[in-house]
């Protein structure tokens, strides 16, 4: 059992103008890994309001945040900075993973800039924000989440034995 936290990043969902059906799509995937608690925000392609509740959340203890959206090229997509604002330390694995994996059905999956890492207890990884492209993420990272919040924890031993 986790806890967990999806932050989908939209100028337009933060406005009612979109319905997030890549948050959906992460919810789903964290109950069926065992989530215990999933929060839930969503925010505006804004640098300092992605952080805060970045911060936020890894100050109220949550194991795991995934983000949604904010992820490509365009100017407004900041989400991989703004996370690299409040990180203590990269995790570039999963990322890494998340394009392989991606490259592997499209050849776009390459512009993702998407990162990943750690805050204080809360492993934090960010996400392209399609429906279609999450799914493929989360095949991609599924796997290691259970052993990687674990690790994070401190509660992991003998990591080469898994």
């Known amino acids: ?75 407004r997509d900041v989400t991989p900075e703004a996370t690299l604002d409040v990180l203590d330390r990269i995790a570039p694995g999963f990322a890494e ?14 512009l993702s800039r998407a990162v990943s890492g750690v805050r204080k207890k809360t492993l934090i990884i960010n996400m392209p924000g399609s429906p279609k492209a999450v799914k493929e993420c989360l095949e991609a990272i599924s796997p290691a989440l259970p052993h990687a919040i674990e690790t994070v924890r401190g509660q992991a031993s003998e990591c080469a034995r898994r």
């Open 97 to 110: 993973a998340m394009r392989a994996h991606g490259m592997k059905q499209t050849p776009t999956a390459m």
């Open 1 to 75: 059992m986790f806890t967990a936290g999806v932050l989908t990043v939209s100028d337009k969902g933060s406005r009612g103008e979109r319905i997030d059906e890549s948050g959906k799509v992460i919810k789903e995937a964290l109950v069926s890994l065992g989530a215990a608690e999933i929060k839930y925000g969503i925010v505006p392609d804004e640098r300092q309001a992605i952080s805060a509740k970045l911060r936020e959340w890894s100050d109220a203890g949550l194991d795991l945040v995934l983000t949604t959206g904010g992820t490509g090229l365009t100017p």
